[in-house]
């Protein structure tokens, strides 16, 4: 058999890219969304009662600061939602603790559970108030039930996702019922944890504004309200705006909890 | 059969490992059907069998991950398990792996030392996902060691490491062995490596242990003799791998 032909393959060397820090990347589809928004509103292909522009929406942000509305607005739901959260959380993880590491658990919480967590909140508001009268307490707890359900189903996910193998290698050695717990199987769920505390972190708001709408007395929901009972589209669009960047800065934060609680993983981190 | 009996005959008190009469099912299929075995006290035995032949179901039994069984099976107090694939906690670092179970006074100084005995005393504070195969089934073997257990079992532990770090590990498997005393079975596919490390070779086949091989060959077991070609042979025809 003669030899093959030979073609010459094109051997370009070390090729230098130069990256942009990730969080310019990320900052920059914001920035260009603005940009495209007032872009918009200028050329007048977006009308002020349909939308009010970036601009306008500036200015009235600036003076609901001035003002210290928006200040107080935001302190206060954001002590609504701290306290949810700080309620929800541990509530939702030691739902989940008793429910994935003991069948009879799962057999005894998870469908009480599974029930709950579609009671939608518009509902419930009305009977929280019925229960806890008017005031933070109604609130609260809609944000708890916001923050619980999350937490609890990842939280469960995670804990049955646990590698078997490494579980059963762990008992090998004879660690005791409560290492086992907190040095394998809670590590080893902590992904899905953080992922449900992520989901958390969002429903929390979402289940506030209902409360703080039905039941306005302050806060960003109550701002809105009256923004959108006075037909001031600007002001309303500061309030997403501030809704928005709230569910940013959830994000950023369960990010870093990441960063530091999960550096020892070698997952896929995209191409 | 008989010479099964002869070992009860020579070393009947001192036993490391009874097993008696064992039988295990899984739904219809009977994986063990009286599988009898004696380990001695500071023993190395091979067990070796075709895919499926129920090798890893035995240790298990034995390893006390395994209570499904019929039979009467006996096994030192303190007994350590190293699997085919390391199972470290990613998320603790290696010294911390290999602490795991271990009271918390002098736990670093036991691991450190533990480390040391395998060759990676540099790498006690890394993360298990920056090692290597062979690195990470180290620190499995460290970590098993450490708690100086009477009875080693070995799941395959070398099959997932290539054929060089494989030889490497067989030579820290014996000194560790000679150095610690430790009675040991190791389920392997790999026939030399049963004859290298093992006093005795035994083939389950049927869900018996129906053959056995006293491997009575100086030490450090050189693969390139003519008495241990010879045992090579006979072990490969009771596997079922022809002669070429």
């Not at chain 1, 200015?59 to 002590?79: D, F, K, N, P």
């Not at chain 2, 299929?29 to 890893?56: M, P, T």
Request: net charge positive; aromatic share 6%; charged share 20%.
């Amino acid at each position: 058999m003669t030899a093959p032909a030979l073609r010459e393959l094109a051997l370009t060397g070390e090729r230098r890219v130069v990256h942009l820090p990730r969080w310019l990347r990320r900052a920059a589809v914001i920035v260009v969304l603005f940009g495209v928004w007032q872009l918009v509103s200028v050329l007048g292909w977006l009308p002020e009662q349909t939308l009010s522009s970036p601009a306008q929406v500036v200015t009235a942000a600036g003076g609901m600061i001035s003002s210290g509305e928006l200040g107080e607005a935001m302190l206060t739901s954001i002590g609504r939602v701290g306290l949810g959260l700080g309620f929800g959380i541990p509530a939702g993880l030691l739902l989940a603790l008793v429910s994935g590491l003991f069948r009879a658990g799962e057999d005894l919480v998870d469908s009480p559970m599974q029930m709950l967590r579609t009671l939608p909140f518009l509902g419930i508001t009305p009977l929280f108030i019925l229960w806890f009268g008017v005031g933070d307490t109604p609130k609260i707890a809609l944000v708890f039930l916001g923050v619980c359900f999350p937490v609890y189903i990842n939280t469960f996910v995670g804990i049955r996702n646990v590698d078997g193998k490494l579980v059963e290698a762990a008992r090998t050695f004879d660690p005791g019922r409560w290492r086992l717990t907190w040095s394998v199987i809670v590590p080893g769920a902590l992904p899905n944890i953080l992922v449900g505390i992520r989901l958390a972190l969002g429903t929390a708001w979402l289940a506030l504004v209902v409360g703080e709408q039905i039941n306005a007395d302050g806060g960003i929901g109550y701002l809105m309200l009256n923004a959108q009972n006075n037909l001031e589209t600007d002001r309303i669009v500061v309030c997403l705006v501030i809704y928005a960047l709230l569910g940013l800065l959830s994000d950023a934060i369960v990010r870093v909890l990441e960063r530091v609680l999960l550096s020892w993983r070698q997952s896929f981190a995209g191409a | 059969m008989t010479e099964l009996r002869d070992l009860e005959v020579r070393a009947p008190a001192s036993a490391a490992v009874i097993v008696e009469d064992v039988h295990r099912a899984f739904g219809d299929r009977e994986i063990l059907r009286g599988a009898d075995l004696r380990v001695a006290d500071g023993e190395f035995v091979a067990l070796l069998g075709a895919s499926g032949s129920g090798k890893s179901t035995l240790l298990r039994i034995v390893g006390a991950l395994d209570g499904g069984a019929r039979g009467r099976v006996a096994v030192p107090a303190r007994s350590s398990i190293a699997f085919q694939e390391p199972r470290l906690l990613p998320w603790r670092r290696v010294w911390r792996n290999v602490a795991f179970g271990l009271p918390a006074q002098d736990r670093r100084r036991r691991a450190l030392a533990a480390l040391a005995e395998v060759g990676l005393t540099g790498l006690a504070d890394a993360w298990p996902k920056t090692l290597s195969g062979g690195e990470a089934q180290r620190v499995a073997l460290a970590r098993a060691l450490v708690r100086d257990p009477q009875l080693l079992l070995l799941d395959e532990p070398l099959a997932s490491l290539d054929a060089l770090t494989r030889l490497k590990m067989q030579q820290l498997i014996a000194q560790l062995w000679a150095r610690h005393g430790f009675s040991a079975i190791l389920v392997t596919h790999d026939v030399d490596e049963a004859l290298v490390l093992a006093d005795r070779a035994v083939v389950l086949r049927d869900g018996r242990l129906t053959e056995e091989l006293t491997v009575d060959l100086p030490r450090p077991r050189d693969p390139g003799g003519e008495r241990f070609a010879a045992l090579r042979a006979r072990l490969l025809t009771w596997l079922g791998v022809p002669r070429p």
